[in-house]
């Protein structure tokens, strides 16, 4: 017999957010404890997440559409047969759970974007025409001194739009881009690259999960015929807001760096925000607080239930006040552009007030499973931006290692004890977060509870006085004085980060983990937390555990590089990798080698999964599985070696055709320490001859 709806386990007992959180305070869950997980919904985003970790591998086909077909009509018929006694059916729920599977494939491919061979097609078909409408639908995080559109164009051999990447250096053209604009342009579209070295960040599959594989870049004002304005969209118009808003705060008083804080903080504009800045912030473990998420959606909502108490008096007042701060908070969360950890936060909490008002509580981990289940179902390419998966697993962790951490008791003195519920709530979400992190940011910082401690009791107080300054400024002149308080006190916040970054030696870096490393830790805690003792005996069974299931992980789905030839891409040096059993052995044409270099090694070991054995200077001639390896520098003096694999480094000043009658190579290689024009006559050269040719500027590091 299948179990009911609301099934929960005896053994399943939640607790929430402690007294202490600026969520608890708000929603006020502790009643909501005795709550039980829906075990149901839990089952769902289960398989909703393996049917999209499925179709990230696969398309979907007529066969799997047959599935769903298939499945549906059982599942009706076993519903059936259940509620009219027929006979009791006990593959419901194994038939229910492929279903939601077969659900998050089918979703998932319904939301991917085109794939490589269209993108090939539109670039073919749109290249061959003198010009090109795009329309820019909305501005992105862009570095600083550039700006990144997100744009759609369409062709008449396409049915429906493809969204594409627009970038553009602002200086280059006489009127700006917004959105909610169409341009004519005559500019390349081209793929995304990816990364060019194993390894390194993948730019390409960011912006895959964000819509998009093709890219134009304008860099010349000749290159834009004509600009005209469409019809103002609701993100175009949210983007306009924001800009209005930030300009408030682009007062003299307010110190550059102060001003891209603040700006960040209050409403998601990171465009001034300089790399110093991310750096300190992310090395004193404080990046949550530049990412508008829950902390923010917290202060928001207590602002805005203080300013609609009054209107709980009325008969209707509690729904009214309900329904007006749910109203506000979405339109903050559209104003600050809808990041994932934005919409989780209000969608949660949009979830919990409904319940509510219905009077029927959901409890905090039922509305989190609700609110992933939603997302993945709006957005299903959500799951693997890095943002999603920090928001989710902070907020899970919280909710279920907090009152874990409660157990360890709760000092007498109000002061200790609202430093030790601020310390509790930060263990328990980088508990959360730390391996994923470390996994995608090579680095954890050690003082993270430190920042959280001086910064989490300031945040109230700035987020409270930057919506004053925002809002006030439309009704009345603020005094300056006003603003120097507002400075001072981001100032002191800057300076209490800037010196907690600076204490390098809490700082642990290089921490490159494989995604196998990452599920086995995870198994890991999984287990700790389900253990109910916790004896030195049963640590180290579930270490054993761990160590045996990321083993076998790894094993199973490790890469397996030996016997491979690595030429790194690295702008004006030669870097060549050779793959042994024992470990890596590098040849590098400069020493000592330079950070850059030595950033990719330890990329491509963790790409690999394989230790560096040693650095050597590279040769002329090199043999591995007995063919020869000649490479030529800037002499342009090689030996005889018939049938070898020829790398052309340092602008080599070789007579391409002679080179090719000597030595009758069965490859030629060229990396980026070859200008690019003379890289592009070389392969020119080498396709009229009928060569094999490859090069690192075309293909990335090239692995053979």
């Not at 030595?598 to 963790?606: D, F, M, N, S, T």
Request: net charge positive; hydrophobic share 45%.
């Amino acid at each position: 017999m299948a179990r009911p709806l609301h099934y929960c386990s005896p053994h399943l007992k939640i607790n929430y957010l402690p007294d202490t959180s600026q969520s608890a305070q708000l929603i006020n869950m502790r009643h909501s404890r005795s709550i039980p997980l829906n075990v149901r919904l839990a089952e769902f985003a289960i398989c909703l997440t393996v049917g999209c970790l499925i179709a990230q591998r696969d398309s979907i086909g007529l066969g799997q559409l047959k599935l769903g077909l298939i499945l549906i009509t059982g599942l009706a018929l076993s519903l059936y047969a259940t509620r009219n006694h027929v006979r009791p059916n006990r593959h419901f729920a194994p038939l229910a759970w492929i279903f939601m599977i077969w659900f998050g494939v089918a979703n998932y491919q319904s939301h991917r974007p085109i794939s490589v061979a269209q993108g090939q097609s539109i670039i073919r078909a749109i290249n061959g025409e003198p010009f090109y409408a795009i329309t820019l639908t909305r501005q992105l995080s862009s570095p600083e001194g550039q700006q990144y559109f997100l744009g759609s164009i369409q062709h008449e051999s396409q049915k429906y739009p493809t969204h594409i990447l627009v970038r553009y250096t602002p200086k280059v053209l006489e009127k700006s881009l917004s959105s909610d604009q169409v341009i004519w342009a005559n500019t390349p579209l081209e793929m995304i690259p990816g990364p060019k070295n194993p390894g390194g960040f993948n730019y390409a599959a960011l912006q895959y999960y964000r819509g998009m594989i093709l890219q134009t870049k304008i860099s010349d004002k000749t290159q834009i015929l004509y600009q005209s304005q469409t019809p103002p969209s609701l993100s175009g118009v949210a983007q306009n807001i924001n800009k209005h808003l930030s300009k408030r705060l682009d007062h003299p008083l307010i110190a550059p760096k102060h001003k891209a804080i603040i700006k960040a903080i209050l409403l998601g504009d990171k465009s001034e925000l300089t790399p110093e800045i991310k750096q300190q912030f992310a090395a004193s473990g404080a990046m949550h607080i530049l990412a508008l998420s829950g902390l923010h959606v917290g202060v928001a909502t207590w602002l805005l239930m203080l300013l609609t108490w009054p209107l709980r008096r009325l008969v209707w007042g509690r729904q009214l006040s309900t329904i007006i701060v749910l109203v506000v908070l979405w339109l903050y969360a559209l104003v600050s552009g809808l990041s994932p950890s934005m919409v989780r936060a209000v969608t949660m909490m949009s979830i919990w007030s409904i319940g509510q008002l219905m009077q029927r509580p959901i409890g905090a981990i039922n509305a989190l499973l609700l609110t992933y289940v939603i997302l993945l179902i709006a957005k299903p390419l959500w799951l693997f931006e890095v943002g999603f998966q920090l928001s989710f697993l902070a907020v899970l962790s919280i909710l279920i290692v907090t009152p874990k951490l409660s157990l360890l008791g709760r000092p007498k003195n109000k002061i200790l004890a609202y430093l030790w519920s601020i310390t509790r709530l930060s263990l328990a979400a980088q508990l959360g977060v730390a391996p994923i992190a470390a996994y995608y940011f090579h680095q954890f910082p050690g003082l993270f509870w430190l920042s959280n401690i001086f910064l989490l009791p300031m945040l109230t107080p700035i987020l409270i006085m930057g919506g004053i300054i925002i809002s006030g400024q439309q009704w009345v002149n603020l005094p300056h004085a006003l603003y120097a308080f507002f400075d001072a006190l981001l100032g002191v916040a800057d300076r209490i980060l800037g010196w907690i970054a600076a204490q390098e030696q809490f700082i642990m870096t290089e921490l490159y983990l494989h995604w196998t490393h990452l599920v086995g830790i995870y198994f890991g805690m999984i287990i700790w937390l389900m253990c109910k003792t916790r004896s030195i005996q049963s640590v180290a069974l579930i270490g054993l555990k761990t160590i045996t299931a990321t083993l076998l992980l790894t094993s199973l789905f490790g890469q397996n590089s030996i016997g491979q030839m690595t030429l790194l891409h690295l702008p004006g040096q030669t870097l060549l990798v050779l793959h042994t059993e024992q470990g890596l052995v590098h040849f590098s044409s400069r020493w000592p080698l330079s950070e850059n270099a030595k950033k990719v090694q330890k990329e491509l070991e963790h790409a690999y999964q394989i230790k560096s054995l040693s650095t050597q200077s590279l040769e002329a001639v090199l043999y591995y599985n007995d063919v020869p390896i000649v490479v030529i520098d800037q002499f342009g003096q090689y030996p005889m070696a018939q049938g070898a694999i020829v790398i052309l480094t340092q602008n080599s000043p070789i007579h391409l055709e002679q080179l090719i009658n000597d030595l009758a190579p069965r490859l030629i290689l060229a990396d980026a320490s070859n200008f690019k024009n003379r890289v592009h006559l070389w392969r020119q050269y080498c396709r009229q001859k009928g060569v094999d040719f490859m090069d690192t500027y075309a293909f990335g590091a090239i692995k053979q």
